[in-house]
């Protein structure tokens, strides 16, 4: 729970180096996920050249791609709107994640963000899918 200051400090040395070593071409895996509201912290994660992210569901594609234009994006949907078959609210998250995705000109994995949460149903998969093909061409 550091602020980004403190995070560029502490945290981004350790992944930069680690990255260096261990995928040093921009094809490498480097994939970050964190449940957290990590917003504050996309313009230090940003420098690390991620090609994949998965981040809390307050973490939007608009957020992500203004500093890792290139990632891909698994997922932006709330784990317990997924779990409470809210289906309203999937809707209206596959149809945000979709819009966003349109205006930067690269899509998003349309999945929830962290964990399928214990107690999901089918209701819920179905909901997506449905907005997917309602939402997801462009």
């Not at 994939?31 to 991620?50: I, N, R, T, W």
């Amino acid at each position: 729970m550091l602020n980004a200051e403190l995070y560029e400090f502490f945290g981004y040395p350790v992944l930069k180096k680690v990255f260096e070593r261990f995928s040093p071409e921009p094809q490498h895996e480097r994939y970050q996920h964190s449940d957290s509201a990590m917003e504050p912290l996309l313009p230090v994660l940003g420098k690390l050249g991620f090609n994949g992210v998965n981040f809390g569901p307050t973490v939007t594609v608009d957020k992500i791609r203004e500093h890792m234009p290139i990632a891909r994006i698994d997922g932006c949907i709330s784990p317990m709107t997924f779990m409470d078959d809210n289906r309203d609210g999937i809707i209206a998250d596959v149809k945000r994640d979709c819009e966003m995705a349109q205006q930067f000109g690269r899509g998003v994995n349309i999945t929830t963000a962290g964990s399928v949460n214990f107690g999901s149903t089918l209701e819920g998969m179905r909901a997506i899918m449905w907005a997917i093909c309602e939402h997801g061409r462009f």
